[in-house]
């Protein structure tokens, strides 16, 4: 059960849509599993209990994404994408890692910009926003994987 029985599973759904999608990135297949697991029990309806504890209903810290559904997985319509880039100067750079470290990481070198843009920004479908005192705007972009004009 829990992570033990999830990692094989969710690992042969990963290739399988490698397989389906060989252009995607890590990112985009992570959104499209994510964005369309079902975070309500499929037979039934109801919501996900938590495991141990029953007057509990699962929250992502319990279950994560939800329940992965393969089927919808392989057409999620729009997807949260990162490049390399992305993962360097969204997210290594403002987190503090200083350009030798970075270098050490990627194998090269990189400069940091002096206006670190900020990680509530990061491209990915959930949201951390520390100590939130005001309202707060954060930026997603959506990449369309399905048919033109898609919803």
């Given at each position: 059960?829990?992570?033990?029985?999830?990692?094989?599973?969710?690992?042969?759904?990963?290739?399988?849509?490698?397989?389906?999608?060989?252009?995607?990135?890590?990112?985009?297949?992570?959104?499209?599993?994510?964005?369309?697991?079902?975070?309500?029990?499929?037979?039934?309806?109801?919501?996900?209990?938590?495991?141990?504890?029953?007057?509990?209903?699962?929250?992502?810290?319990?279950?994560?994404?939800?329940?992965?559904?393969?089927?919808?997985?392989?057409?999620?319509?729009?997807?949260?994408?990162?490049?390399?880039?992305?993962?360097v100067f969204s997210y290594l750079c403002p987190m503090g890692y200083n350009t030798?470290a970075i270098g050490r990481i990627i194998n090269g070198f990189v400069t940091c910009?002096?206006?670190?843009?900020?990680?509530?920004?990061?491209?990915?479908?959930?949201?951390?926003?520390?100590?939130?005192?005001?309202?707060?705007?954060?930026?997603?972009?959506?990449?369309?994987?399905?048919?033109?004009?898609?919803?």
């Amino acid at each position: 059960s829990g992570t033990s029985m999830a990692a094989p599973h969710v690992s042969g759904i990963v290739a399988l849509l490698k397989s389906l999608h060989p252009h995607w990135s890590p990112a985009a297949i992570k959104s499209a599993l994510v964005t369309t697991a079902w975070q309500t029990d499929p037979h039934s309806g109801e919501p996900i209990i938590a495991e141990g504890n029953t007057d509990k209903i699962a929250d992502p810290f319990d279950f994560g994404g939800g329940l992965v559904d393969a089927n919808a997985a392989k057409d999620p319509g729009l997807v949260y994408d990162m490049g390399f880039s992305d993962y360097v100067f969204s997210y290594l750079c403002p987190m503090g890692y200083n350009t030798s470290a970075i270098g050490r990481i990627i194998n090269g070198f990189v400069t940091c910009a002096n206006k670190m843009p900020s990680l509530v920004d990061f491209n990915v479908p959930s949201l951390t926003i520390p100590s939130l005192r005001k309202t707060v705007t954060v930026k997603r972009t959506v990449t369309n994987v399905g048919p033109v004009n898609s919803k």
